[in-house]
C-alpha cells in the first residue's frame, strides 16, 4: 500500500465521524481530510449538513455523508451504511464515537477515536457520560488525546491504547486577516467603536462554560480606567439574551458581536485576546492569538496551561478580580505585552504542523490496517 507516496494512490478507505462537531473538532476534520486526500487517502466524513456548509469537506477532496445529530434515531444506521466498505473509522469526541460504536457493532472494522474536549454534564448526565467513555475507550483500538490529561483519562476509562495526538490549527483560520493586518487594523477599530481606546477579544459560541459571566463581572472594573477598554465577543448561542440584559443593565463597555468570519481580522486589530474559561482541550482561540501575536488573559481551565506554557497571563478559574486585575496589569505594561508576543511567537513554533498531524494519523492507520511482517 502506497498510502504515503503523495504520487501513488492508497487504496485505504477512511470514514471520519463528527457529531455536532466544535470548531477545533471540525476545522481539524477539514485539515486532516485535505492531507489524507493529498497522501491519496479515501476519505468519507459523516457530519451534520450545517457541518459540512461550514467546513466544506468535499472542497478539501473528501466525500461527505449527512448524519445527522446523536438525538436523530436514524443516525446510527446512516453511519452503518457509510461504514459499510471502510477500511478503518476514526470518531472525533464522545458522541460520535460512541455512535460510531453502535454503528460498527459486529463488524471487525478497526475504530480510532480523537477525544478532543473532556465531557462535562452533571448528576444522572454525568454518570451516562462516563458509561459511554468507557463503552467507547474499551471499543476502540487506539484512543487519541489531544492532551496528556485527556490520555491518561482514556487510560483510566479502560483504553488499550492511548496515545497523545497533535492537532494542527487550520493554515486557513491562522493566517486570515493577519498576514496583511496593519492594513485593516484602523478601520476595523473604527468600524467597532475602538477608535483611541483598547480593544479586548473574546471569541466563542455563547454558552456557559465559557465563562463570560465572569468576563462580564471583570470588565465593571475596567469602567474606571481612561480610556475605558471596549470587549468585543464574537459567538452565538443560547446566552446572548442573558448577556444582552446584562450589559444594557449595568452599562458595560461590552459589544455581543453575533458569528463572524472575520475572527482573523478582528483579532489582528485587537490589544489583548481574552479566554475567560472554557473546557476546550486546545483553545482554537488562545492558537490564533499566539499565532498572531496578540497577548491573551487566560483563565486557567481545559489544557491551556499545556497548550499556550508562559507565553500568556494566566490567572486562576473562575477568579473574576484576578482577571480583571491581569488585564489592568497587561494594559499599562507594554514591555509585559511585547514579551508574551515574543514568547507566544516561540510557543506556537512548538506546536504540531498540520503535515505532522497528517503523518502521525496516517501512522497510526497503517498500524492498523497493513498486514503483519510473518517472523
Known amino acids: 500500500m502506497s498510502s504515503h507516496s503523495p504520487h501513488g494512490q492508497s487504496s485505504l478507505r477512511t470514514v471520519q465521524v463528527l457529531g455536532g462537531g466544535n470548531a477545533g473538532s471540525s476545522a481539524h476534520v ?30 478539501a477532496g473528501a466525500e461527505h455523508v449527512h448524519v445527522p445529530r446523536s438525538s436523530d434515531p436514524g443516525s446510527v444506521g446512516a453511519l452503518r451504511a457509510a461504514c459499510t466498505d471502510a477500511d478503518l473509522v476514526h470518531a472525533h469526541g464522545l458522541h ?42 474499551k471499543a476502540a483500538a487506539v484512543v487519541l488525546g489531544t492532551t496528556s490529561d485527556l ?87 443560547p446566552l446572548r439574551p442573558a448577556l444582552q440584559r446584562r450589559i444594557e443593565d449595568e452599562e458595560l463597555p461590552v459589544r455581543l458581536l453575533g458569528r463572524r468570519d472575520d475572527v482573523g481580522y478582528l483579532l489582528a486589530a485587537a490589544d489583548l485576546a481574552l479566554l475567560p474559561g472554557g473546557d476546550e482541550a486546545r483553545s482554537v482561540l488562545a492558537q490564533e492569538a499566539l499565532h498572531a501575536r496578540v497577548p491573551l488573559v487566560a483563565a486557567v481551565a481545559g489544557g491551556v496551561r499545556e497548550l499556550v506554557g508562559d507565553a500568556a497571563e494566566l490567572v486562576p ?32 513554533a512548538t506546536w504540531p504542523t498540520e503535515d505532522e498531524t497528517v503523518a502521525q494519523v496516517l501512522s497510526v492507520y497503517d498500524e492498523l490496517t497493513q498486514p503483519r511482517p510473518m517472523i
Open 317 to 348: 478559574a473562575d477568579d473574576a478580580e484576578a482577571f480583571a486585575d491581569a488585564v489592568v496589569r497587561l494594559l499599562d505594561d507594554p514591555g509585559r505585552c511585547e514579551r508574551l508576543r515574543e514568547l507566544g511567537t516561540r510557543q506556537a
Open 96 to 137: 460520535a464515537s460512541f455512535r460510531a460504536v453502535l454503528a460498527l457493532s459486529g463488524r471487525r472494522t478497526p475504530l480510532v477515536v480523537t477525544w478532543h474536549n473532556r465531557a462535562r454534564a452533571e448528576g444522572a448526565r454525568a454518570h451516562l457520560l462516563r458509561l459511554l467513555e468507557r463503552r467507547v475507550a
Open 151 to 237: 490520555v491518561d483519562r482514556a487510560r483510566r476509562t479502560g483504553a488499550r491504547d492511548a496515545r497523545l495526538a497533535g492537532v494542527a490549527l487550520p493554515g486557513p483560520g491562522r493566517s486570515e486577516g493577519h498576514e496583511d493586518a496593519d492594513q485593516p487594523r484602523p478601520k476595523v477599530r473604527a468600524d467597532l467603536g475602538a477608535t483611541g481606546r483598547p480593544l479586548l477579544i473574546a471569541v466563542g459560541s455563547l454558552d456557559r462554560h465559557r465563562g463570560y459571566d465572569l468576563l462580564l463581572d471583570a470588565t465593571r472594573a475596567w469602567r474606571r480606567l481612561d480610556p475605558v477598554p471596549l470587549v468585543v465577543i464574537a459567538g452565538e448561542g
Open 30 to 59: 477539514r485539515s486532516l481530510a485535505a492531507g489524507l486526500v493529498a497522501r491519496g487517502v479515501r476519505v468519507t466524513v459523516c457530519a451534520p449538513a450545517e457541518a459540512e456548509s461550514l467546513y466544506d469537506f468535499t472542497g
